[in-house]
């Protein structure tokens, strides 16, 4: 047996769970018809999970975009100070972000593909709650028991079927998510660890040596500035003067 | 007869036309029993491509169960396997 038919069985398996046996079949119209609503509500709130999962992966690659282009600055101010080994190191983390962006640019694009396909999903289960409502009260009028029991019951069926599909690509969704948002909290707690990027830290290791590059520059700068000063007046007496003993004039002679 | 692209929609293909679906779905079949990725991913599409191109899509009231189901046309060779072992998939 194909594939086209196993699945037609599957989905033929989980429509069976959904169909309640009602006396009357004009009743299962009725039941259809509030399975169908709930089953609405059911794919309008996984498009919504779906949409919160989107939001923390963009949130997530704005801050190591963010961290990305500071490492860049740093490389670039650490350069201007004429310190390469600090550019180096700050271009080498850079190098070890970009897999982490790329893999949350995959994990975007599939996150936003199936916020598509559920929101189409939706907008098919709506437009069928509108005609299947109207329907259903043409066909408890229309007809007898009898025909009822054929005709409702091809009718059920096949709504049952949409609600099954309906039902799986949810299933699927609610699957992604899920795997993807173990993955985003592996990536919260790297992010809040430090162990990428110190992020909550405004002054880290890097930052830190390049002001202390400057710091330093600052110093030697007014040092100069200071002996240029002192040059151009009478020599300065530095330290204690020459001569004196040790211990003082009031110390004991050996 | 009917066919439904999982997550899509039914669509009404003549039934000429299911010779072309028949040889289409043998190279699906193959992909799945050899678990090849790539023969998987482009049979899959050709064959949503040739239900969608022979089939008429149904109004959304026809309220109809279909004869034949396609996977979701992202579908993975793994997600495929796993949903085929699942209750109503047996090969029979």
């Given at each position: 047996?194909?594939?086209?038919?196993?699945?037609?069985?599957?989905?033929q398996?989980?429509?069976?769970?959904?169909?309640?046996?009602?006396?009357?079949?004009?009743?299962?119209?009725?039941?259809?018809?509030?399975?169908?609503l709930?089953?609405?509500?059911?794919?309008?709130?996984?498009?919504?999970?779906?949409?919160?999962?989107?939001?923390?992966?963009?949130?997530?690659?704005?801050?190591?975009?963010?961290?990305?282009?500071?490492?860049?600055?740093?490389?670039?101010?650490?350069?201007?100070?004429?310190?390469?080994?600090?550019?180096?190191?700050?271009?080498?983390?850079?190098?070890?972000?970009?897999?982490?962006?790329?893999?949350?640019?995959?994990?975007?694009?599939?996150?936003?593909?199936?916020?598509?396909?559920?929101?189409?999903?939706?907008?098919?289960?709506?437009?069928?709650?509108?005609?299947?409502?109207?329907?259903?009260?043409?066909?408890?009028?229309?007809?007898?028991?009898?025909?009822?029991?054929?005709?409702?019951?091809?009718?059920?069926?096949?709504?049952?079927?949409?609600?099954?599909?309906?039902g799986?690509?949810?299933q699927?969704?609610?699957?992604?998510?899920?795997?993807?948002?173990?993955?985003?909290?592996?990536?919260?707690?790297?992010?809040?660890?430090?162990?990428?990027?110190?992020?909550?830290?405004?002054?880290?290791?890097?930052?830190?040596?390049?002001?202390?590059?400057?710091?330093?520059?600052?110093?030697?700068?007014?040092?100069?500035?200071?002996?240029?000063?002192?040059?151009?007046g009478?020599?300065?007496?530095?330290?204690?003067?020459?001569?004196?003993?040790?211990?003082?004039?009031?110390g004991?002679?050996? | 007869?009917?066919?439904?692209i999982?997550?899509?929609?039914?669509?009404?293909?003549?039934?000429?036309?299911?010779?072309?679906?028949?040889?289409?779905?043998?190279?699906?079949?193959?992909?799945?029993?050899?678990?090849?990725?790539?023969?998987?991913?482009?049979?899959?599409?050709?064959?949503?491509?040739?239900?969608?191109?022979t089939?008429?899509?149904?109004?959304?009231?026809?309220?109809?169960?279909?004869?034949?189901?396609?996977?979701?046309?992202?579908?993975?060779?793994?997600?495929?396997?796993?949903?085929?072992?699942?209750?109503?998939?047996?090969?029979?």
């Open positions: 047996m194909g594939v086209m038919k196993r699945m037609s069985g599957i989905l398996a989980k429509t069976n769970k959904m169909l309640d046996k009602a006396e009357d079949p004009r009743d299962s119209l009725d039941l259809s018809y509030q399975k169908l709930e089953n609405l509500q059911k794919v309008r709130r996984s498009v919504a999970d779906v949409t919160t999962a989107k939001k923390r992966i963009e949130l997530q690659a704005t801050q190591l975009q963010g961290q990305a282009d500071k490492l860049q600055q740093q490389a670039k101010d650490a350069l201007g100070q004429n310190r390469e080994d600090l550019a180096r190191e700050a271009l080498a983390r850079r190098a070890a972000l970009e897999p982490q962006l790329t893999d949350l640019q995959t994990q975007h694009q599939q996150v936003a593909d199936q916020e598509k396909k559920l929101i189409v999903t939706a907008q098919n289960l709506q437009t069928q709650v509108d005609a299947f409502r109207t329907k259903k009260e043409t066909m408890k009028a229309t007809y007898t028991a009898a025909e009822a029991q054929t005709k409702i019951g091809e009718a059920v069926s096949g709504i049952s079927e949409s609600m099954g599909d309906a799986m690509s949810v699927r969704a609610q699957d992604k998510i899920d795997s993807m948002q173990a993955r985003a909290g592996a990536m919260d707690e790297l992010l809040a660890s430090g162990a990428l990027t110190d992020l909550t830290n405004p002054v880290d290791d890097i930052q830190a040596q390049l002001d202390q590059v400057s710091a330093t520059s600052t110093v030697d700068n007014q040092l100069a500035a200071l002996k240029a000063e002192i040059g151009a009478a020599p300065a007496q530095i330290g204690p003067a020459e001569g004196e003993a040790p211990g003082g004039p009031g004991v002679p050996a | 007869m009917i066919v439904r999982l997550g899509e929609a039914q669509f009404d293909v003549p039934d000429t036309d299911r010779s072309t679906l028949d040889d289409l779905e043998h190279a699906l079949n193959a992909a799945v029993e050899g678990n090849d990725e790539a023969a998987f991913a482009s049979s899959l599409a050709a064959l949503i491509d040739a239900v969608r191109r089939g008429n899509p149904l109004a959304p009231d026809s309220f109809t169960s279909s004869d034949l189901v396609v996977p979701f046309s992202d579908a993975t060779l793994d997600e495929t396997k796993a949903l085929l072992k699942e209750p109503g998939g047996e090969r029979a």
